[in-house]
């Protein structure tokens, strides 16, 4: 019985004071003082007020206040604007920014009108801000294809950047297309693409 009581006290002060307002769970905890750190696995979750953080295993290093999960890792806004997923993460509960990488990591956006972009690169990462794809980046709407080394969906201004465009290509019954350009805008609100300095490209007509 003391057993019991003094494991549930460890747990609760530990949850209220050590995450920030982000709470870990799972079926497993394996506590760690001497190296700073608690590993949750067997169906690890870490819970934000804005997100909730799902992996095989999530290991919570006190001191430095941040996390790293392993297999299977998936993170999904509350609000359900976003999804990513990957194979490992990085969390900063200081910054409150997280980097997911995989083979490769995806984040997909849920827009307002029902539709969805899916975008892919080995490393994807996520802030207040917005989601940033980095390397070898695409991204996927409706019929069109982005390609670039680094692409940002912009939270605030609900607008996308991808910077250099290596490739925009789409088709449809009328014609097909492809471009490239130095940057890309695309702006979500008006469904409005917008190609910037040394575009190049050829529209097809069918």
């Not at 995450?19 to 394996?30: A, I, N, Q, R, S």
């Not at 490769?104 to 827009?111: H, K, Q, Y």
Request: charged share 25%.
């Amino acid at each position: 019985m003391a057993k019991v009581i003094f494991l549930s006290l460890i747990f609760a002060v530990f949850k209220n004071t050590a995450f920030d307002g982000v709470y870990l769970t799972g079926k497993k905890m394996e506590l760690r003082p001497k190296e700073n750190k608690t590993i949750f696995s067997d169906g690890a979750v870490m819970k934000h007020s804005s997100f909730t953080f799902a992996a095989e295993r999530i290991i919570h290093y006190e001191t430095k206040r941040e996390a790293e999960a392993f297999g299977a890792v998936k993170i999904d806004s509350v609000d359900g604007d976003y999804s990513l997923r990957g194979e490992y993460a990085f969390y900063s509960i200081k910054s409150d920014t997280a980097s997911v990488t995989g083979g490769p990591a995806e984040a997909s956006l849920n827009f307002n009108d029902g539709t969805m972009a899916m975008l892919r690169a080995p490393r994807i990462s996520h802030s207040n801000d917005g989601i940033t794809a980095h390397e070898d980046a695409r991204l996927n709407y409706r019929n069109q294809s982005v390609g670039s080394p680094w692409i940002f969906y912009d939270y605030a201004r609900k607008q996308l950047i991808a910077a250099p465009l290596i490739s925009l290509t789409f088709e449809d019954a009328l014609h097909s297309a492809g471009f490239s350009a130095d940057e890309l805008i695309f702006l979500r609100e008006s469904n409005k693409i917008k190609l910037i300095s040394n575009v190049k490209g050829k529209i097809i007509l069918k």
